[in-house]
């Protein structure tokens, strides 16, 4: 008897502890996209990124063609720097822009954009990340990667998304501005990301008005697997559709012919502001 008396309260009171240290779905929300964020990536990449434009009726109304590099360094550390560079090719109207952003693991993103028009480099701040990224549904916030440290996560559930046929099982993760400023640099009251349960890859991803009106959807359209320079597999994100529900415009990113790590031959000395106006390729 006396033995009972004494494991009751001490399995109560590892119960209260289990209580206590339950991932919350702030917790779990913020993990799951910390593990989102902390995915492998490439070393060096080179490619071409179509942007297809289209009206509301379904028609194209620009074809827009860019050859981009990027180059990581310090590779899944914190360290870690991810750069990108591009340069449109077609139309003849955009021959000329380009754009470079640099990825930090903990810190503020740099984004950069030469406009031939104006023979003007600008710093991509503020209510500029708002903006559209050269004419399409996609806005120059929208067109890089989240900076991890700039929302408040929110874990929703397990949910389904559609993809080439089937449904994917995902996590759904609310996003939140962690303040006003952020929320009005980007435009979006709010953000819902579903991530697949495995690979932690975007599916879909939705976007949110102050009045939290669902305005945009984003869609994976395709993506591919290969191992980079440590040899982890990387899953890259080949293909993307933009749903402007307000406009009923749509944009798709393509990205073709790849080349990869030593393959891809990128001179890590281009992603600086004098290459934007100069040839790299």
Request: aromatic fraction near 16%; include cysteine; hydrophobic fraction near 35%.
């Given at each position: 008897?006396?033995?009972?008396?004494?494991?009751?309260?001490?399995?109560?009171?590892?119960?209260?502890?289990?209580?206590?240290?339950?991932?919350?779905?702030?917790?779990?929300?913020?993990?799951?996209?910390?593990?989102?964020?902390?995915?492998?990536?490439?070393?060096?990449?080179?490619?071409?990124?179509?942007?297809?434009?289209?009206?509301?009726?379904?028609?194209?109304?620009?074809?827009?063609?860019?050859?981009?590099?990027?180059?990581?360094?310090?590779?899944?550390?914190?360290?870690?720097?991810?750069?990108?560079?591009?340069?449109?090719?077609?139309?003849?109207?955009?021959?000329?822009?380009?754009?470079?952003y640099i990825n930090y693991k903990n810190n503020p993103s740099e984004k950069y954009i030469y406009l031939k028009s104006i023979r003007k480099i600008k710093k991509v701040t503020?209510?500029?990340?708002?903006?559209?990224?050269?004419?399409?549904?996609?806005?120059?916030?929208?067109?890089?990667?989240?900076?991890?440290?700039?929302?408040?996560?929110?874990?929703?559930?397990?949910?389904?998304?559609?993809?080439?046929?089937?449904?994917?099982?995902?996590?759904?993760?609310?996003?939140?501005?962690?303040?006003?400023?952020?929320?009005?640099?980007?435009?979006?009251?709010?953000?819902?990301?579903?991530?697949?349960?495995?690979?932690?890859?975007?599916?879909?991803?939705?976007?949110?008005?102050?009045?939290?009106?669902?305005?945009?959807e984003l869609y994976l359209e395709s993506f591919i697997t290969r191992n980079n320079v440590k040899g982890n597999q990387v899953y890259y994100i080949t293909g993307l559709e933009m749903k402007n529900l307000k406009t009923g415009t749509k944009t798709r990113m393509l990205m073709k012919d790849f080349l990869f790590e030593k393959n891809a031959?990128?001179?890590?000395?281009?992603?600086?502001?004098?290459?934007?106006?100069?040839?790299?390729?």
């Amino acid at each position: 008897m006396r033995f009972m008396k004494f494991v009751v309260p001490i399995g109560f009171f590892l119960f209260l502890i289990a209580i206590g240290y339950s991932e919350t779905d702030v917790q779990k929300g913020a993990s799951i996209a910390k593990a989102a964020d902390d995915l492998p990536i490439f070393g060096d990449v080179r490619a071409y990124l179509y942007l297809r434009i289209y009206d509301k009726n379904g028609t194209i109304k620009f074809n827009k063609k860019m050859i981009m590099a990027s180059h990581s360094e310090n590779i899944g550390t914190p360290d870690e720097i991810q750069k990108f560079i591009g340069y449109f090719q077609e139309p003849a109207d955009d021959v000329g822009n380009s754009m470079l952003y640099i990825n930090y693991k903990n810190n503020p993103s740099e984004k950069y954009i030469y406009l031939k028009s104006i023979r003007k480099i600008k710093k991509v701040t503020g209510s500029d990340k708002s903006l559209s990224f050269f004419g399409s549904d996609f806005t120059n916030s929208d067109a890089g990667k989240p900076d991890y440290f700039e929302w408040i996560y929110r874990y929703l559930g397990e949910k389904q998304v559609a993809f080439k046929g089937k449904m994917i099982d995902c996590y759904a993760v609310e996003y939140m501005p962690k303040t006003e400023q952020i929320k009005r640099d980007h435009g979006y009251g709010k953000k819902i990301l579903y991530y697949e349960k495995n690979s932690y890859l975007t599916m879909k991803e939705e976007f949110f008005d102050d009045n939290m009106n669902k305005v945009k959807e984003l869609y994976l359209e395709s993506f591919i697997t290969r191992n980079n320079v440590k040899g982890n597999q990387v899953y890259y994100i080949t293909g993307l559709e933009m749903k402007n529900l307000k406009t009923g415009t749509k944009t798709r990113m393509l990205m073709k012919d790849f080349l990869f790590e030593k393959n891809a031959n990128v001179r890590p000395d281009i992603f600086n502001l004098q290459y934007l106006t100069r040839k790299w390729w």
